[in-house]
């Protein structure tokens, strides 16, 4: 059906009843009722021990993954001991932490999908006792940061990334810390695996020299290609590390900060952020710029993105900005060895964007359609996306404003069946495409079209003797190679029967279908309409499962499929052996 107007949409949900009520009988709003925990007669005891000592282990704080609402967590007493109690049927998780220790998750998770997804299981009644749980002393790299001359290297970010285990794959962040006035660093709590250390040194807002460090990688190197990775063990501490900055020729960048009638901006900021494919670079600067709004830096070579930031006259000191009030500007530079003169960077209030949210389908409408949120997010770790302030109003209406940079529509949560089917501007559709949004930027008029209808893949799957099996991990990814990317919509992973109910990511963030009882067919539900591969496996690494380079292998040996919402598609596919 064509898409509703807010007057089919009142003459859908009905004429409210006049009939008076006390107020103590009316219903709370749905958004504000709370939601309920499931319960039942099983139970769960078990206690936290040190994994090398086998001492207990006190006030370590006990969570349950699964079905069970906002249960709040358990803590162990003096014998390492926690239970829980009134629990439903189901399977679950359980993840516990402490101070000092590497948070850990039960049955703990193993270096492929499948076989890092065991759950525990409780039956109605049960009593599930003697579980226990084991914390191993997270892993740490130290070490030490000197600049070229063998000097400490004071608060400079150390980031650390780990390596896929497969070996393919971009590092991703999983921590950093900064240096201390010796230059040294202590990077806790890591997985065994294997990492790479990158440096970013801090910006000095006034720094007159004439050399400035580039990001360095261990062992003191400024490609990412030559980066060493450095290998740790479960509880090691590789101590040691020394990384010295490399050093290149500043150039000096000047240029004025404006305001929206083109004069110098007083009372302005400006800060500086390095652009990088590689990582996220959190290691910026920022300061005041002079009183006539000019500014003066001294940058290495490399791409840059300058931000300024101001508020409107008469507002400054008068409490948190308003919507609209807070001004700033961007301006994208690459730096070389000559310098950058005469730049100027205009204020203004960050991107707008509203228009209305209207519905395709048959079903009920969301009950409270104010809960609604259009996120904006980055599909990739290094990117940069401000993502600003989001309302949809009773009338179904939205406004989105205070955007910067390259953002993309995520995901729209808490709308029930509904899904979003595309965001509409002069009848191109944004889903799912980056969009660079500038400051003053305004967007009218857009249109998100949520839909009651989703395509759904049946999946009938045999082994190696033509059996039937749920023994497998499959994969279904769109046939148009562009779509591989992080947290991309159009690339999915399905595990039976191993996940919990719930279940929304797997063991590298990736999404993943909770998998459906036995007596079910294997259902993938929710992608994209559009041409797809599906590939089914007998396992896969628990990371790097979603790079470009492991989907390229998979493609040989894949079916070919064309998802619509018109209706279910079913297929028959064979399970392969594990890549390698």
Not at 110 to 117: D, E
Not at 323 to 346: F, H, K, N, R
Request: net charge positive.
């Amino acid at each position: 059906m064509a898409p509703r107007t807010l007057l089919s949409l009142i003459v859908a949900i009905g004429v409210a009843s006049c009939t008076t009520v006390t107020a103590r009988a009316q219903p709370a709003p749905p958004r504000d009722r709370q939601p309920v925990e499931p319960t039942g007669t099983a139970r769960l005891k078990g206690r936290v021990v040190d994994a090398q000592t086998g001492s207990a282990i006190a006030r370590a704080r006990v969570r349950l993954l699964g079905p069970f609402g906002n249960r709040p967590p358990a803590l162990t007493d003096a014998s390492g001991a926690f239970e829980f109690t009134n629990l439903p049927a189901a399977v679950f998780y359980l993840s516990a932490d402490k101070a000092g220790y590497a948070n850990t998750r039960h049955p703990q998770q193993g270096r492929t999908i499948r076989g890092g997804n065991r759950p525990l299981r409780l039956a109605d009644r049960e009593t599930l006792a003697d579980v226990t749980v084991k914390l191993y002393r997270g892993a740490a790299i130290t070490g030490r940061v000197v600049d070229a001359y063998g000097d400490p290297a004071e608060f400079a970010q150390v980031q650390v990334l780990a390596v896929p285990r497969s070996g393919r794959g971009t590092p991703m962040p999983r921590g950093s810390n900064s240096t201390n006035d010796l230059g040294e660093f202590r990077v806790p709590k890591l997985e065994p695996g294997s990492y790479l250390l990158l440096v970013l040194q801090r910006f000095q807002f006034d720094d007159s020299s004439d050399m400035q460090s580039l990001p360095t990688y261990y062992p003191g190197v400024a490609s990412l290609d030559q980066a060493q990775p450095i290998t740790v063990t479960r509880a090691q501490t590789v101590q040691g590390i020394e990384i010295t900055l490399v050093d290149a020729t500043a150039s000096i960048v000047t240029g004025t900060i404006v305001d929206q009638k083109g004069q110098p901006a007083t009372g302005s900021g400006i800060s500086v952020r390095r652009v990088s494919s590689e990582v996220r670079d959190f290691g910026g600067f920022g300061g005041p710029i002079r009183p006539d709004g000019t500014f003066k830096l001294r940058l290495a070579p490399g791409e840059y993105e300058l931000e300024a930031r101001g508020t409107r006259p008469g507002v400054q000191g008068m409490g948190p900005p308003r919507p609209g009030d807070e001004l700033m500007g961007v301006l994208g530079v690459s730096v070389s060895s000559a310098p950058l003169s005469d730049l100027t960077i205009q204020l203004a209030p960050g991107a707008v964007m509203s228009g209305r949210i209207v519905l395709d389908g048959d079903s009920s409408p969301p009950p409270d359609v104010q809960s609604l949120r259009i996120a904006l997010g980055s599909l990739s770790p290094a990117g940069n996306c401000r993502t600003g302030r989001s309302e949809v109003s009773a009338d179904w209406t939205f406004r989105i404003e205070g955007m910067v940079g390259t953002c993309t529509v995520m995901p729209m949560g808490g709308a029930g069946r509904w899904n979003m089917k595309s965001v509409l501007r002069e009848d191109v559709n944004l889903l799912d495409q980056p969009i660079k949004f500038v400051p003053g930027q305004v967007w009218r008029n857009v249109q998100v079209v949520l839909s009651d209808r989703t395509t759904q893949l049946t999946l009938d799957v045999t082994d190696d003797h033509g059996l039937p099996t749920r023994e497998y991990v499959a994969v279904v990814f769109a046939r148009d190679r562009a779509r591989w990317t992080e947290n991309s919509r159009y690339v999915r992973l399905m595990v039976p029967p191993s996940a919990p109910p719930g279940a929304s990511t797997g063991a590298t963030g990736a999404p993943v279908v909770a998998a459906p009882r036995p007596e079910r067919p294997d259902v993938v539900a929710g992608l994209p309409p559009g041409e797809y591969y599906v590939a089914v496996v007998e396992d896969l690494p628990s990371e790097g499962s979603r790079d470009p380079s492991l989907l390229e292998s998979l493609v040989a040996d894949a079916t070919r499929v064309t998802l619509t919402d018109a209706g279910p598609v079913r297929v028959s596919v064979r399970r392969r052996p594990m890549p390698q």
